[in-house]
């Protein structure tokens, strides 16, 4: 009954739309229920759920001997959507486009001008940088034209990356692997990765000694406090630490001089796309394309402004609200007035920075997700209107009288706290702490010191850091690779290509030698530490740096980032209206055609291989490479005898530009023999699906980060073999001696019939274990039918 009920309003509602003057499109669903609160009787507000149309998939979808011109069509999910809003159009009066305010926003109108047959007369284009009742009717007053240059800018991005796409990925199926696929930004980042990598592969660790101390001195109270200290020189050599730390032994030391200098900080910029994805990563623990939706979500709900932006500029009643707030909650002297310039060459796009619609509401209703980003996007807009923190720090040099090294002690001091009042910005460095922010207990110049403890580490030099979403992100944007629309789907693609992994990883045990001078004894110890640990790092898969290297040989050109940026700024040429398109297009193509047909002609297949070596035992050569199913080890080649060589997958956690001869070699241990339960060989193996235990033709799967195939015995294997058998009884709810091939089984979704290596499910409301065969004959009789082929279009 309230199914038929919502039916006959929605008919009802659409009927009354066909009265209305204004037929007002947005991009989602969200956004309509948003901008209707604000819009009269008068207007209908819809949606057309993003893109209508794309390029077909045909040929290119580029007519390549025609300038360039592209060949949409409607996309097949869309031509009820485009039916709607056909006859929705038709009966309006005046239909308003209202559609992002970006590039592919502009595309989108001009897709719903072009393919709805508006006529310039009633068509309107109307863009806002917020969706609020004053910003609706603004742009409600100000309608302008379809910006072409804007589409055309949109246009030549989508066809450059198709055309790469299309002309790349058959070059990567013929000579490194099928269904593997190239782009235009996403080869660029994978390099990046790939590259930084390679860095910290090739990566040798220095060590060094780190001298620090513990003096006491005596507070105001005449108690004795701790001052730490370190040597301001770092010694290469434990002989040199150890001569450092017998000489300490009969040293004296003293405040050698005290500097007090005041500093200052100042706060951080609204944000923009790039900045709030890795503010958002490195506080919130999102995902870069976790920030979008999420901030997405806000922006159709009314909460925040455009969240695809360069720009860092607030209006002028951004900014007059944020003062009011600042005065109103904390006093005149938090306040400062403060206009940011943005940097970005491609901000020409934007309006305003990120910020709160309404800057007077510190909370808002939503999710929890959607509740910590507001909180985010909040703080950060009001600390930008804050007053400098001031600062106090003070530096402290210690003298050792038998040495002309210093110790150091500083600390740091918040006069005044200011913006840190509300938001301090994050950084990429996990290793900063809070270095300087502690008091140091009151001391005067030439003031003696006695030296409670004295320590030398021994530390080592750290390797380039893996990149994260966020410090990728803000690498692209620093090569000006990509713009802010970019950033979220790129890292995805590539993850989802499986070029890239993002993963935690366990550090691994190091020793250090640690010396200590307490009570004029000098001790000296080894100790153990665990280090190199990731977590949420981006890793490049093996079958990632093999694609990396064929295409850095063979297509300099759109693997050079600073080309990958040069074509970033011809595209805002494009949208100024300073470049013509199709002749961006045509610059880059005929070079770029040519390296494809070059590669296709002169390069030869290649699946990474590296030769590790030869078997000691059988002098067979031993390689590791890509094969069908991912990284794999090579025993021996094919002999014209007939002989066939063993393959064997890499482990978790080995690659192929890091596996070693030995490491290699365990890999062939496999299949392990573990011998015989119930009169029957038990043997453990890995397949494509996994590792498993093989016994009476029977395969069992080895537990995930639980069994090692390579350590696992006899016991455990027999246990999981029990477990199997139990989960398969439990699974068996009857059979029929009449026909054995008949089984009621209970299954993930419930139970059904298994005959004949087919599946029937049992109709519900049906006990199955009260089924008889004829039962089970007729469900089968009648199960489903199969659907019918759809005919292929010529």
């Known amino acids: 009954m309230a199914k038929h009920f919502l039916l006959f309003a929605e008919i009802f509602r659409k009927q009354e739309v066909f009265m209305h003057e204004n037929l007002v499109i947005v991009e989602s669903p969200a956004k309509a229920k948003t901008i209707e609160r604000f819009l009269g009787k008068d207007y209908f507000v819809t949606s057309s759920m993003g893109h209508i149309r794309d390029l077909e998939k045909k040929d290119f979808g580029i007519d390549m001997e025609n300038n360039y011109q592209p060949r949409y069509i409607v996309s097949p999910d869309k031509k009820k959507i485009v039916t709607e809003l056909k006859k929705l159009s038709k009966e309006a009066q005046t239909v308003w486009i209202a559609s992002d305010e970006d590039r592919e926003g502009e595309a989108i109108a001009w897709h719903l001008k072009e393919v709805l047959k508006l006529k310039p007369e009633k068509t309107r284009r109307i863009v806002f940088h917020e969706i609020t009742k004053e910003a609706i009717l603004k742009a409600i007053a100000n309608p302008r034209p379809i910006d072409e240059n804007l589409v055309n800018a949109q246009q030549a991005r989508r066809v450059l990356d198709r055309i790469v796409g ?19 930004v996403q080869s660029v980042a994978v390099r990046l990765i ?8 090739n990566f040798e660790s220095k060590s060094n000694f780190r001298i620090t101390a513990v003096f006491l001195v ?12 370190d040597l301001k020189k770092r010694f290469e050599t434990r002989e040199e630490a150890q001569t450092f730390l017998e000489k300490c032994k009969t040293a004296e030391f003293s405040i050698a001089n005290i500097v007090t200098k005041p500093s200052k900080r100042t706060p951080a910029a609204p944000f923009t796309t790039s900045t709030l994805q890795q503010e958002a990563s490195r506080k919130l623990g999102f995902s870069v394309s976790q920030t979008m939706s999420v901030a997405q979500r806000l922006y159709e709900a009314g909460k925040i402004t455009y969240m695809r932006t360069d720009s860092v500029n607030l209006s002028s009643l951004a900014v007059n609200t944020a003062k009011e707030k600042i005065v109103n909650t904390l006093g005149e002297k938090y306040h400062k007035v403060r206009q940011y310039k943005t940097k970005s060459k491609g901000a020409q796009e934007a309006h305003e920075a990120i910020r709160p619609t309404y800057i007077d509401q510190e909370e808002v209703s939503g999710s929890n997700q959607e509740k910590r980003l507001y909180e985010l996007i909040w703080k950060r807009t009001i600390a930008s209107q804050m007053a400098d923190a001031e600062l106090e720090r003070t530096t402290i040099n210690i ?65 380039p850091p893996r990149y994260t979403e966020a410090s990728l992100v803000k690498k692209l944007e620093e090569q000006g690779i990509g713009r802010p629309s970019t950033y979220a789907p790129t890292i995805t693609t590539v993850q989802n290509r499986g070029y890239v992994v993002k993963e935690d990883r366990p550090g691994v045990e190091r020793q250090f030698i640690h010396m200590s001078l307490a009570n004029n004894e000098l001790n000296e110890s080894v100790k153990t530490e665990i280090t190199g640990a990731e977590r949420s790092k981006l890793f490049p898969t093996d079958i990632g740096m093999v694609v990396n290297d064929f295409l850095v040989k063979y297509f300099v050109q759109i693997m050079d980032l600073r080309f990958t940026a040069k074509v970033e700024v011809e595209f ?43 078997d000691p035992k059988t002098g067979k050569p031993v390689s590791v490479k890509i094969g069908r199913y991912g990284p794999l080890a090579q025993l021996g080649e094919t002999t014209e005898e007939g002989e066939k060589p063993q393959f064997a997958s890499l482990r978790s956690g080995q690659h192929l530009e890091t596996i070693t001869m030995e490491e290699a070699m365990d890999l062939f241990k496999l299949p392990r023999d573990l011998g015989e339960y119930e009169e029957k060989k038990v043997t453990v193996a890995i397949g494509r699906f996994g590792p498993y235990v093989r016994h009476d033709n029977k395969f069992v799967s080895l537990e995930k980060d639980v069994d090692d195939p390579y350590t696992v015995e006899l016991d455990r294997a027999i246990e999981l073999i029990e477990a199997k058998r139990e989960k398969d009884r439990k699974a068996l709810i009857k059979t029929f001696d009449e026909e054995p091939e008949l089984r009621i089984l209970n299954g993930r979704w419930g139970p059904y019939i298994s005959f004949k290596k087919k599946n029937y499910k049992i109709p519900k409301d049906t006990e199955a274990e009260k089924l008889s065969l004829e039962d089970c004959m007729k469900i089968i009789e009648e199960g489903p039918k199969p659907k019918p082929k759809r005919k292929k279009k010529k």
Do not use: C
């Not at 005596?218 to 200290?229: I, Q, S, W, Y």
């Not at 040519?594 to 590790?612: D, H, M, Y």
């Open 166 to 184: 299309f002309e790349v990925s058959p070059v990567l199926w013929k000579k490194v692997k099928p269904s593997l696929s190239a782009g235009r």
């Open 399 to 463: 003298a050792v009288s038998n040495s002309p090294e210093l110790f150091q002690a500083t600390g740091e001091v918040i006069k005044f706290d200011g913006f840190l009042r509300v938001y301090l910005e994050s950084t990429d460095n996990e290793d900063e702490g809070d270095e300087g922010t502690s008091l140091l207990p009151p001391v005067k110049e030439n003031q003696a010191l006695r030296a409670e403890m004295i320590e030398a580490t021994q530390r080592f030099t750290q390797k």
């Open 194 to 201: 790939v590259e930084r990598e390679r860095e910290i592969i």
């Open 218 to 229: 005596p507070d105001k109270n005449g108690h004795a406090v701790e001052l730490k200290a």
């Open 572 to 614: 805002d040429e494009v949208a100024d209206g300073n470049r013509i398109w199709t002749e961006v297009i045509d610059e880059f193509y005929q070079p770029f055609h040519k390296s494809v047909e070059n590669a296709l002609e002169v390069s030869e297949r290649t699946n990474g291989e590296r030769i590790l070596g030869s």
